[in-house]
């Protein structure tokens, strides 16, 4: 009997110290946020509604955890000394924009913890995980031990699932993991075809995304080269603010969704996906019915593309989608036409979108059989009760405002650690966190 396979959202849960620094050079968003308050509190429930909301079309849904913040080993490395209070009081007298890299909740985009192959596609028939080194911003590059850690802490047992390690290299090898790749399928147990999408720096932002870490990772996952593509973004999207192709398309199952100007050569690379994966249907959104000014202001195609259990699609959007008169008309008419996409989700994820991430960027996508699921750790995979008790764990440990003065108080430290410690407990993580250690 053929073995069922389902595809799991992983969503970061996001941290306690999310806030608005303004961090990540190329993202419009989080420049033009950068020094207000933000609201951790109700951007973790927003999270977790958008996960709720989900699980509510039938889908399963995981999480994967905070990183532990402020991290205190990355200050320690650059030469503060003294207890965790002082450490925090000197990189806040000495050194606030690097004290603000390492308050960074920025690990909640899980798009770019990794990137994962299914087995159905890999020549070992394992699933296989890279996390990403995000090179191109520090404040990122301090995430991979920490995530290459939850990975194997969730995905342990070796006789289903192969780890590999962060690509060296820096920005030479620069990898942003998921949001730069996609998989097309007839279904999710099937052999798919690998969309990875790399950047050439252009004239007002550089590329994150390196072809050769991209051609790393398809080599480390096993995969086929005949069901393997490369293809260059385009560089007007990327100085248009579209730093991770998923600001600008996303594929999943047969389609691929995406705007005009995504690709440096749309005309050939259409036509390769075409002949690698002839189930294809391409949805595109013309320059004209929306410029990529509107589509990176509303993250039209930061979407999540879900296949729901009946076979149609649903398009989850943020708020700000529907916002948007030319988007939603756009939105409207792809669900009017014959294709798979026939149904549409607002979600309220202001705190994120703020910050530069939309609903794609919240989740890594995880393609499992029911035998691989079972042998994940069940922690992580949510159901309604679970989902209460983060809601509740939220609503105790985090603070409703964060303003860039509070990073150099370290009672914020104290109250993220002691929200971290409660999580591991709750969860059985055990001395999980480098604070921890």
């Given at each position: 009997m053929d073995m069922e396979f389902h595809e799991y959202n992983f969503d970061g849960l996001i941290g306690p110290t999310h806030n608005y620094a303004g961090l990540s050079f190329g993202n419009i968003a989080s420049a033009s946020n950068a020094g207000a308050a933000s609201n951790p509190k109700e951007a973790a429930l927003q999270g977790l509604a958008k996960m709720r909301a989900a699980m509510g079309l039938g889908l399963k849904q995981g999480f994967l955890p905070p990183q532990d913040r402020p991290h205190l080993k990355t200050l320690r490395a650059l030469g503060f000394t003294g207890t965790d209070k002082q450490i925090i009081e000197k990189a806040g007298a000495a050194e606030p924009q690097l004290l603000a890299n390492c308050y960074a909740a920025s690990s909640m985009w899980t798009?770019?913890?990794?990137?994962?192959?299914?087995?159905?596609d890999t020549t070992d028939g394992?699933?296989?995980?890279?996390?990403?080194?995000?090179?191109a911003n520090f404040h990122r590059s301090i995430e991979s031990d920490t995530t290459a850690r939850t990975l194997k802490h969730i995905f342990?047992?070796?006789?289903?699932?192969?780890?590999?390690?962060?690509?060296?290299?820096?920005?030479h090898f620069g990898d942003e993991g998921a949001a730069n790749h996609g998989r097309l399928c007839e279904n999710h147990g099937e052999t798919g075809v690998?969309?990875?999408?790399?950047?050439?720096?252009?004239e007002r932002f550089p590329a994150r995304q390196k072809r050769r870490a991209s051609e790393?990772?398809?080599?480390?996952?096993?995969?086929?080269?005949?069901?393997?593509?490369?293809?260059?973004?385009?560089?007007?999207?990327?100085?248009?603010?579209?730093?991770?192709?998923?600001?600008?398309?996303?594929?999943?199952?047969?389609?691929?969704?995406?705007?005009?100007?995504s690709f440096a050569d749309p005309k050939a690379t259409y036509a390769e996906i075409r002949?690698?994966?002839?189930?294809?249907?391409?949805?595109?959104?013309?320059?004209?019915?929306?410029?990529?000014?509107d589509c990176i202001k509303s993250y039209l195609f930061n979407s999540?593309?879900?296949?729901?259990?009946?076979?149609?699609?649903?398009?989850?959007l943020p708020a700000e989608s529907e916002g948007n008169p030319r988007v939603k008309a756009f939105v409207d008419e792809t669900l009017s036409k014959n294709n798979p996409i026939n149904r549409v989700i607002y979600k309220n994820v202001r705190e994120s979108m703020r910050n530069g991430g939309g609903p794609a960027c919240l989740r890594l996508r995880v393609v499992l059989s029911e035998e691989e699921a079972r042998a994940a750790n069940a922690q992580f995979m949510l159901d309604d009760e679970k989902i209460s008790a983060l809601e509740a764990w939220v609503s105790e440990f985090y603070r409703d405002c964060v303003t860039p003065d509070d990073l150099r108080d370290p009672g914020l430290?104290?109250?993220?650690?002691?929200?971290?410690?409660?999580?591991?407990?709750?969860?059985?993580?055990?001395?999980f966190y480098d604070f921890q250690r």
């Open positions: 798009a770019n913890a990794g990137t994962v192959a299914p087995s159905p394992k699933a296989h995980f890279t996390p990403a080194n995000l090179a342990a047992d070796e006789k289903y699932f192969a780890h590999h390690e962060v690509l060296p290299g820096g920005i690998h969309l990875f999408v790399y950047g050439v720096d252009g790393a990772v398809a080599r480390n996952h096993c995969l086929d080269p005949v069901k393997t593509i490369f293809i260059e973004q385009s560089k007007t999207a990327l100085d248009a603010g579209a730093f991770h192709n998923d600001v600008v398309g996303v594929a999943n199952g047969s389609v691929l969704f995406l705007h005009e100007q002949n690698k994966a002839p189930f294809v249907e391409i949805v595109e959104a013309p320059a004209g019915k929306v410029s990529l000014e999540q593309l879900l296949t729901l259990p009946g076979g149609e699609m649903a398009l989850l430290m104290d109250e993220s650690f002691a929200a971290m410690q409660a999580l591991t407990d709750l969860l059985g993580m055990g001395a």
